[in-house]
């Protein structure tokens, strides 16, 4: 059953230390993304990457890092430089760009709600 | 750069029809989106349309794309309590660099 998760679901931390979110789909897909929402808010992208090894910065980068070593795995760290880290985050993959019939539309797991007090 | 805008509020009765508007920037838009978000959960992909379609349907949804005002609309029939959540808007063009542009949401209440 193909499908993206994320964990944990609820996840609570102390001011200054840093914390990592797991993100992992077998959905083979190329592409991954993390995106914030704060309440009443749309999505902000943090991070996104197209192919393994490879990322780049989205609108709103500064305090986070992400890696992608791996196809399926695309771990986001909040670090403690974040101002205000507490949001729901969301990851998402999609097919990559180039492929004949592409849509791009992208798969969302079900989010990690970060409190940060 | 890129901008999707959406109302943030729509309320309607149960039974009838709700209709969400957006409006885009992006001349260059490939793909435009509309995704539903439940409390608590992620975003599920409803449905889409390229931008050389002026009309899709999928059983109670129906997207019509006005591509000379840059406006996309989803109408959703018959609508039940279960369609109460968030709907957003988004489009992929090539302007956008691979990055799918998402609206604020439009959150929909069904009233009972």
């Known amino acids: 059953d193909g499908g993206i998760t994320q964990s944990p679901k609820y996840l609570f931390r102390k001011e200054g230390q840093n914390v990592t979110l797991s993100c992992e789909q077998n959905?083979?897909?190329?592409?991954m993304y993390w995106y914030r929402q704060d309440p009443g808010q749309g999505l902000r992208l943090i991070y996104y990457?197209?192919?393994?090894?490879?990322?780049q910065k989205g609108d709103i980068a500064e305090g986070y890092s992400v890696s992608r070593e791996k196809k399926e795995s695309f771990p986001l760290t909040v670090t403690s430089a974040q101002k205000n880290p507490t949001a729901f985050y969301l990851c998402?993959?999609?097919?990559?760009?180039?492929?004949?019939?592409?849509?791009?539309?992208?798969?969302f797991g079900p989010g990690t709600r970060l409190t940060v007090t | 750069g890129e901008d999707v805008e959406q109302s943030l509020f729509l309320s309607v009765r149960e039974g009838d029809s709700s209709v969400i508007n957006c409006t885009y920037t992006?001349?260059?838009?490939?793909?435009l989106y509309w995704y539903k978000q439940e409390p608590g959960a992620g975003l599920q992909l409803l449905t889409y349309?390229?931008?050389?379609?002026d009309m899709k349907q999928d059983q109670r949804l129906t997207v019509l794309l006005n591509k000379k005002d840059k406006h996309l609309s989803l109408r959703i029939a018959d609508t039940q309590t279960g369609d109460s959540a968030i709907y957003f808007c988004?489009?992929?063009?090539?302007?956008?660099?691979?990055?799918?542009?998402f609206g604020a949401g439009t959150r929909l209440f069904v009233k009972a």
């Open positions: 988004a489009e992929w063009g090539d302007t956008g660099g691979f990055k799918t542009i």
């Open positions: 349309i390229f931008s050389n379609m």
């Open positions: 998402a993959s999609a097919e990559g760009p180039g492929l004949a019939g592409n849509s791009y539309e992208q798969y």
């Open positions: 992006d001349s260059s838009s490939t793909y």
């Open positions: 959905l083979n897909h190329d592409a």
């Open positions: 990457s197209q192919i393994v090894n490879d990322f």
